[in-house]
């Protein structure tokens, strides 16, 4: 556990850059929920970059529509969408205005407010499972559609905040395929994790799913 995280908010600033140099430089940094019932802080161990029409793996390949809009700008902004019809997944908007780039919080360490994520996760066999995946990251923080749209690099104590955290040195980063993505954006090594971190998510390749009968 980092002790002592900096909560200093992110700058808009931060977000404004390209994709692949913001995704890794998330992770170390500190997501802050405030609800109703307490805070929780999460601290980020596990992203994946996506890169708007320039990538076959993002909402945003073909197009703009009334889904994906909060993708095409300001950054620093958070994205929600819905999947599989039951989980939402929630991402950073990066780059410049209508470029489309986000990067997805795919898993992390809670610091703050465990008790309150475990409400929320029961199935967590430990606090190391509370946030192992983006669909249990924020079911955790208890995320969904409301929140899209959210600015998340303001000081003012809104539903979501980033701040600076403690960021992890790059060698202690590692790189590779983006969990579940297939075609041509399956290539893309756009995935970052904390080596040896246990809150990461395991990988798993794309695996087309059967039409039901």
């Known amino acids: 556990m980092i002790a002592t995280p900096d909560r200093t908010p992110l700058s808009r600033e931060f977000f404004d850059r390209p994709v692949l140099d913001v995704a890794p430089d998330l992770l170390g940094r500190v997501l802050v929920r405030t609800t109703p019932d307490g805070p929780i802080a999460l601290r980020l161990t596990e ?118 955290g403690t960021p992890v040195p790059s060698d202690q980063v590692l790189n590779g395929p983006r969990t579940g993505v297939s075609g041509d954006g399956a290539v893309h090594p756009w995935r970052f994790w904390v080596a040896g971190d246990p809150t990461v998510s395991p990988y798993r390749a794309h695996v087309p799913r059967r039409r039901r009968s």
């Not at 909060?70 to 950054?75: C, K």
């Not at 599989?84 to 997944?89: D, I, L, V």
């Not at 898993?107 to 996760?121: F, N, P, S």
Request: aromatic share 8%; hydrophobic share 35%; proline share 6%.
């Open 47 to 164: 992203v994946e970059a996506y890169d708007g029409s320039d990538d076959p793996g993002s909402h945003a390949y073909r197009g703009r529509t009334a889904r994906n809009g909060v993708m095409f700008g300001p950054p620093g902004h958070v994205y929600v969408y819905f999947t599989y019809g039951m989980w939402f997944c929630m991402n950073l908007v990066c780059g410049p205005e209508d470029k489309a780039s986000a990067v997805l919080l795919r898993a992390g360490e809670i610091i703050e407010g465990a008790e309150l994520a475990r409400t929320r996760r029961l199935s967590a066999r430990n606090e190391k499972e509370l946030a192992k995946g983006p669909a249990r990251l924020a079911t955790a923080l208890g995320v969904d559609r409301s929140l899209d749209g959210t600015d998340a690099c303001t000081p003012e104590d809104t539903p979501l905040r980033m701040l600076t």
